[in-house]
T-cell receptor, first 115, second 116 residues
Framework: GAGVSQSPSNKVTEKGKDVELRCDPISGHTALYWYRQSLGQGLEFLIYFQGNSAPDKSGLPSDRFSAERTGGSVSTLTIQRTQQEDSAVYLC?????????????FGPGTRLLVL | AQSVAQPEDQVNVAEGNPLTVKCTYSVSGNPYLFWYVQYPNRGLQFLLKYITGDNLVKGSYGFEAEFNKSQTSFHLKKPSALVSDSALYFCAVRELQDNYGQNFVFGPGTRLSVLP
């Protein structure tokens, strides 16, 4: 596609429920990244994929968070048993490769609110 | 480990005046440096990056940034600010790796307000 897309754009859920967030990267981009942006905060790195594998999961806040990527394209970020502190904007980015000089292109984000 | 600082939470400037948004970084090796802008309720948009070569980098929307290795800085500048430049600006650094690089490290962001 023309850019990185994410769905849903907004998600309201109840504490304790599971949620799935989806990211469609730019076609042909091999690297995919998930970040979290809390209100008024900077970006917090969550996880990075090169192809379908995740060499760096160091940013996942807890074992309630997981992510997968299939076919080297779409990725889903799953949050189990959501907590109110999970409320944030979840941003996905992709780049052609994962080399250091590559520009990351961001999607519009999914705004998650846990009640 | 690399880190990025944006010392100003907020920058206010009058329309037509020059603007500067400051960024300093810390890496153990050679840095790759990026600026992104985030407009309200939008994702991050890439503005410019420094990889190598000329220390003055020109980017989108008339922005430029100067890489200063001795001061470990990469300040974002624009000669004449527009009201439409009002947004949240993020500096990011990535360290040159022999292998494929990993995550970016983003600064906390600086909110720019351009007053008419």
């Amino acid at each position: 596609g023309a850019g990185v897309s994410q769905s849903p754009s907004n998600k309201v859920t109840e504490k304790g429920k599971d949620v799935e967030l989806r990211c469609d990267p730019i076609s042909g981009h091999t690297a995919l990244y998930w970040y979290r942006q809390s209100l008024g905060q900077g970006l917090e790195f969550l996880i990075y994929f090169q192809g379908n594998s995740a060499p760096d999961k160091s940013g996942l806040p807890s074992d309630r968070f997981s992510a997968e990527r299939t076919g080297g394209s779409v990725s889903t970020l799953t949050i189990q048993r959501t907590q109110q502190e999970d409320s944030a904007v979840y941003l996905c980015a992709s780049s052609l490769f994962s080399r250091s000089g590559e520009t990351q292109y961001f999607g519009p984000g999914t705004r998650l609110l846990v009640l | 480990a690399q880190s990025v600082a944006q010392p100003e939470d907020q920058v206010n400037v009058a329309e037509g005046n020059p603007l500067t948004v400051k960024c300093t970084y810390s890496v153990s090796g050679n840095p790759y440096l990026f600026w992104y802008v985030q407009y309200p309720n939008r994702g991050l948009q890439f503005l410019l990056k420094y990889i190598t070569g000329d220390n003055l980098v020109k980017g989108s929307y008339g922005f430029e940034a100067e890489f200063n290795k001795s001061q470990t800085s990469f300040h974002l500048k624009k000669p004449s600010a527009l009201v439409s430049d009002s947004a949240l600006y993020f500096c990011a650094v990535r360290e040159l790796q022999d292998n494929y690089g990993q995550n970016f490290v983003f600064g906390p962001g600086t909110r720019l307000s351009v007053l008419p």
